[in-house]
């Protein structure tokens, strides 16, 4: 049984940083996307960030640019989303999901391309 399982999650004061993992189980992750998304209380899940496992390529939103960085542990089959700069903002839960089998350059950004998803973590980002 395929899991994704995410923590690192938590309260922090405006400017300060949080590093979540996402741990996956039940296969290994490789030649694939691992994304990360977000949802705020009243809108809709958005893109995030992702990284293809093989490659490391990595692509965000422009609103976290600079400010977060995905990276991967392939050996833990675990990715990691450091979160450095938050801001009120950002407060949401996040989620990381697994996309299907994909080359070197696959960097998805809509729901509908990843077929597993974690059950995500409160990231709450106070004034």
């Known amino acids: 049984q395929v899991q994704l399982v995410e923590s690192g999650g938590g309260l922090v004061q405006t400017g300060g940083s949080l590093r979540l993992s996402c741990a996956a189980s039940g296969r290994t992750f490789s030649n694939c996307a691992m994304g990360w998304f977000r949802q705020a209380p009243g809108k809709e899940r958005e893109f995030v960030g992702v990284?293809?496992?093989?490659?490391?390529?990595?692509d965000y939103v422009d609103s976290v640019k600079g400010r977060f960085t995905i990276s991967r542990d392939n050996a833990k089959n675990t990715v990691y989303l450091q979160m450095n700069s938050l801001r009120p903002e950002d407060t949401a839960v996040y989620y990381c999901?697994?996309?299907?089998?994909?080359?070197?350059?696959?960097?998805?950004?809509?729901?509908?391309?990843?077929?597993?998803w974690g059950q995500g973590t409160q990231v709450t980002v106070s004034s």
């Open positions: 990284i293809n496992t093989s490659s490391g390529r990595r």
């Open positions: 999901a697994a996309s299907r089998t994909g080359g070197i350059a696959y960097l998805p950004t809509t729901l509908n391309e990843y077929r597993y």
